[in-house]
């Protein structure tokens, strides 16, 4: 057990639709990460947010958007889903450097949402 | 383009034997290297990580190399158990060292 909880598990949308994932960091984790992860592939980097802000973004269209809130729990929103869009969708959460930025360690990861677009 | 490539074919070992799974990467010159197990339908998990000065990193029955001339990491399974079949995942930090960019990924199968 990591800490790091998602919701929702599961979910099935149609093309078109909107959808927003929700993650709860590991206590004193002040670093969120985002990944989608399509079936047989390791996972893509989508965004990372420190301290609310965004701190590097993936090769991810716009239409891929994410928040962090001051308890450091954070959420990614896809709109205009696409076929394509069907992953699983991880989080990840981790400490930032002494610099206040960047990576130091390991990430601890959720167990994702699972995401279908029909 | 940067790219991190693993065998995409799974290994197949005996239990007891050592399973080493390599991992290839080019244009980059990462600060350090991890490596991360999955199991179906969950999350990586993190098994060890090493740095660009270091060559040789042991915990328990793992070991894994990096050699940052060759531009790769071999991980090293010793006395293998089924219980240490999952897919294996290599990740490099980029040199921002905001972003852990990952491997696809080999799945082991240790047959008893």
């Known amino acids: 057990e990591t800490g790091v909880t998602q919701s929702p598990t599961h979910l099935i949308k149609t093309r078109g639709q909107q959808v927003t994932l929700r993650c709860s960091s590991q206590?004193?984790?002040?670093?969120v990460s985002w990944y989608q992860q399509a079936l047989g592939q390791g996972p893509q980097f989508i965004f990372q947010y420190y301290r609310e802000e965004e701190n590097g973004r993936g090769n991810f269209p716009p239409r891929f958007s994410g928040l962090q809130f001051p308890n450091y729990s954070s959420e990614l929103n896809v709109n205009a889903l696409e076929l394509d869009d069907s992953a699983l969708y991880l989080c990840a959460s981790s400490l930032a450097g002494t610099s206040g930025r960047g990576l130091t360690g390991e990430l601890f990861f959720g167990e994702g949402s699972r995401l279908t677009v029909l | 383009s940067q790219k991190i490539e693993q065998n995409s074919e799974a290994l197949n070992i005996q239990e007891g034997k050592t399973a080493t799974l390599t991992c290839n990467y080019t244009n980059y010159s990462p600060a350090y290297l991890q490596w991360y197990r999955q199991d179906p339908g969950r999350g990586p998990v993190f098994l060890l990580l090493i740095r660009e000065n270091e060559k040789e990193k042991r915990k328990e029955r793992l070991k894994v190399t990096f050699d940052t001339t060759l531009k790769q990491s071999l991980f090293h399974i010793t006395a293998s158990q089924p219980a240490d079949s999952a897919t294996y995942l290599c990740a490099l930090v980029n040199n921002a060292g905001n972003m852990l960019t990952f491997g696809g990924g080999t799945r082991l199968m240790v047959k008893p």
């Open positions: 206590s004193g984790h002040n670093t």
